[in-house]
């Protein structure tokens, strides 16, 4: 087991050199940036003496847990990626926190943010969860950055929406690649309130193989200027703008003409009903020889006629 250890500080400050009359102890007061990658280390301990530290390097390590950052207050960027840390927690003292990388470990919930409203960054992409889970966030935790964060990656968390994160209206860079994202209306609701919205990355999701799905995505964000590594041109934009108002405009005349045969349907139905005409007059039979046969004298024989009133012409008022 690897342990941080007075020592490994002083061989760890990058450019930073100790003077000769300074001890071990007063030259990492001074020290603003520590190098501590790939060192094995399996616990965060022993910093109490790095007061003006702002800087961390903890990633490609064997950290399970966020602990013993309570004295360093001034610490604004802090490197834990590819770890085996599980939950978020003891942050709460690092109020001017502004970029936080815990991408690679096996956290299942975004949390502990509290007090990090100078937060603008947050990376934790890839967390090695049970199959079938996803990354989820706590409210709490999202409406104290929503008025800071800027930049945003949660690339290969199993997310099938991002409803929830419609808060962090600050957010310029959203990368979410590699997730389960399917439908563009879903996304467009957390989509249309990031305004400052200029870089989106969304490819490896189900939503990629729609028809036309860069098109619509241009049009749903229309200040996004680099979409999944490629320039949005103002030419292609305006194309696409102006295909999108055709085709509402085209849409809205459809209504309007359905409309139109709705009333004119119901108009048809409200008139009055047409007078009944007059019934036909019923038709003469021809005289039959079947109906002269037996007669002895067949040209004195007479024919019984139907009465005169069947033929008399009704008038209609």
Same mark, same amino acid.
């Given at each position: 087991?690897?342990?941080?250890?007075?020592?490994?500080?002083?061989?760890?400050?990058?450019?930073?050199?100790?003077?000769?009359?300074?001890?071990?102890?007063?030259?990492?007061?001074?020290?603003?940036?520590?190098?501590?990658?790939?060192?094995?280390? *399996?616990?965060?301990?022993?910093?109490?003496?790095?007061?003006?530290?702002?800087?961390?390097?903890?990633?490609?390590?064997?950290?399970?847990?966020?602990?013993?950052?309570?004295?360093?207050?001034?610490?604004?960027?802090?490197?834990?990626?590819? +770890?085996?840390?599980?939950?978020?927690? +003891?942050?709460?003292?690092? @109020?001017?926190?502004?970029?936080?990388?815990?991408?690679? @470990?096996?956290?299942?919930?975004?949390?502990?943010?509290?007090?990090?409203?100078?937060?603008?960054?947050?990376?934790?992409?890839?967390?090695?969860?049970?199959?079938?889970?996803?990354?989820?966030?706590?409210?709490?935790?999202?409406?104290?950055?929503?008025?800071?964060?800027?930049?945003?990656?949660?690339?290969?968390?199993?997310?099938?929406?991002?409803?929830?994160?419609?808060?962090?209206?600050?957010?310029?860079?959203?990368?979410?690649? +590699?997730?389960?994202?399917?439908?563009?209306?879903?996304?467009?609701?957390?989509?249309?309130?990031?305004?400052?919205?200029?870089?989106?990355?969304?490819?490896?999701?189900?939503?990629?193989?729609?028809?036309?799905?860069?098109?619509?995505?241009?049009?749903?964000?229309?200040?996004?200027?680099?979409?999944?590594?490629?320039?949005?041109?103002?030419?292609?934009?305006?194309?696409?703008?102006?295909?999108?108002?055709?085709?509402?405009?085209?849409?809205?005349?459809?209504?309007?003409?359905?409309?139109?045969?709705?009333?004119? *349907?119901?108009?048809?139905?409200?008139?009055?009903?047409?007078?009944?005409?007059?019934?036909?007059?019923?038709?003469?039979?021809?005289?039959?020889?079947?109906?002269?046969?037996?007669?002895? +004298?067949?040209?004195?024989?007479?024919?019984?006629?139907?009465?005169?009133?069947?033929?008399?012409?009704?008038?209609?008022?």
């Amino acid at each position: 087991m690897t342990k941080i250890t007075t020592d490994m500080l002083c061989r760890c400050t990058g450019q930073a050199k100790r003077r000769k009359e300074e001890s071990q102890e007063q030259f990492l007061k001074r020290v603003t940036h520590l190098f501590c990658a790939e060192k094995g280390i *399996q616990a965060i301990d022993n910093l109490d003496h790095c007061r003006s530290l702002r800087v961390l390097y903890l990633y490609d390590n064997l950290i399970s847990r966020i602990e013993h950052l309570d004295s360093l207050a001034s610490i604004t960027h802090l490197y834990l990626q590819n +770890n085996h840390i599980t939950r978020m927690e +003891n942050l709460s003292s690092l @109020n001017k926190l502004t970029k936080l990388y815990l991408s690679g @470990n096996a956290i299942t919930v975004v949390e502990g943010l509290d007090s990090a409203r100078n937060l603008k960054e947050l990376h934790i992409a890839h967390q090695r969860m049970p199959e079938g889970e996803k990354l989820l966030f706590e409210p709490r935790s999202l409406q104290a950055i929503a008025m800071s964060l800027e930049v945003l990656n949660v690339s290969g968390n199993g997310l099938d929406s991002i409803e929830e994160l419609g808060c962090l209206t600050e957010l310029n860079h959203f990368a979410a690649t +590699n997730n389960q994202l399917c439908h563009i209306k879903d996304l467009s609701k957390s989509l249309n309130r990031w305004s400052k919205l200029f870089k989106l990355d969304l490819l490896g999701n189900p939503i990629c193989q729609h028809h036309k799905y860069r098109g619509k995505m241009i049009t749903v964000c229309p200040y996004v200027s680099v979409l999944d590594g490629k320039e949005v041109t103002d030419m292609e934009r305006q194309f696409l703008m102006n295909w999108k108002s055709m085709r509402t405009a085209q849409r809205h005349q459809r209504l309007a003409g359905l409309g139109l045969g709705h009333q004119q *349907q119901q108009h048809k139905t409200t008139l009055p009903p047409i007078p009944p005409t007059m019934p036909p007059l019923p038709s003469r039979q021809p005289l039959r020889r079947k109906h002269l046969r037996g007669l002895s +004298n067949p040209s004195a024989a007479t024919v019984e006629l139907p009465p005169l009133q069947q033929y008399t012409a009704t008038t209609v008022t």
